[in-house]
């Protein structure tokens, strides 16, 4: 049952006899265009059909009001299965002017995944802090951040977020199976922290997250996820290695990570050579390439390989 308020105010007592006059804040948070345009191109399917997460995920929506000192005045969270459930808070506040943050990301067990939000407590120190690894498809980062003034009456707000970074899909393709045994591969993470007063994208320094990928001898290229904060200069570090775990050579790829702006990222294994493409444009050619869901031998997240249909 849902019953709706049209101007609706709180009275409370102060201790000089004076009245204080409370009013409702409502918001409506619509994730719906954090997912509605993203698409797989392994297979042309999108990434959260109908907005929905797998199974022990939840899409979290967080938000945090800030007084106009910048000292946090209420706080909530509301977990729900789809990017398409439009999430509604209500707050009463005094009069005044407030900051509101509102946070989308996706959590295992109710718990944190990718994404940390800390020292909350004050505005000036509230931080959004990447995890100890490179968030993969479900790392979306959605945000937005409002002022209001709250004066004689209820308000209502519709808050749309926006993406913090952008979804890279690295394609590892023509792969010589025959002679390449594995391939590790690199982010630089520089910037791992947005701080939220300032709107700006921070490091606590360059570090690396490496992963491996084994083709088996028989697969002859690979997808794998990486949710990027903006960077003008992030560089993708891989080393190809032989069947006798000899390096052939190392190589990087610069990549000027813009939010909102996804893209794929083509590595030809065989010519050397990259290509970065919007994901909105990429079609995959399915007649030619079979794909394989399968967990990766050296960490707990799913990846795809393809190989030729026989």
């Not at 509605?36 to 797998?54: A, R």
């Not at 004066?151 to 002679?179: C, M, R, W």
Request: charged content about 20%; hydrophobic content about 35%; glycine content about 4%.
């Amino acid at each position: 049952m849902f019953i709706y308020i049209a101007t609706m105010f709180f009275i409370s007592a102060c201790t000089n006899n004076e009245v204080e006059i409370n009013y409702q804040f409502n918001t409506e948070i619509d994730g719906i265009d954090l997912v509605e345009s993203l698409t797989n191109p392994y297979d042309n399917t999108v990434f959260f059909p109908s907005g929905k997460v797998d199974p022990n995920y939840s899409v979290r929506t967080r938000q945090v009001i800030y007084d106009d000192e910048g000292a946090i005045v209420n706080q909530d969270s509301i977990f729900s299965e789809s990017f398409y459930d439009k999430v509604k808070f209500k707050s009463i506040l005094a009069p005044g002017i407030y900051t509101v943050i509102t946070v989308v990301d996706v959590v295992y067990n109710k718990l944190d995944l990718n994404w940390t939000f800390k020292d909350i407590k004050k505005l000036s120190t509230a931080n959004i802090i990447i995890g100890d690894k490179v968030p993969s498809s479900n790392g979306i980062l959605g945000y937005h951040k409002d002022e209001i003034n709250i004066t004689n009456q209820s308000q209502s707000l519709t808050i749309i977020p926006e993406h913090l970074g952008a979804l890279y899909v690295i394609n590892f393709t023509n792969v010589d199976y025959s002679k390449i045994k594995y391939i590790e591969y690199k982010y630089d993470l520089n910037p791992d922290t947005y701080q939220l007063t300032t709107n700006t994208f921070t490091h606590n320094g360059n570090y690396y997250y490496i992963n491996k990928w084994d083709n088996l001898g028989k697969y002859i290229g690979w997808f794998d996820y990486a949710y990027l904060l903006p960077n003008s200069n992030l560089l993708l570090k891989f080393t190809i290695y032989n069947t006798s775990n000899v390096a052939l050579g190392s190589y990087s790829v610069p990549l000027n990570v813009v939010a909102k702006n996804h893209n794929i990222v083509k590595l030809d294994m065989t010519k050397l050579t990259s290509s970065i493409t919007p994901l909105s444009q990429v079609k995959s050619n399915s007649n030619i390439l079979k794909v394989f869901r399968n967990k990766s031998i050296y960490s707990d997240k799913m990846i795809y390989s393809v190989e030729k249909t026989k």
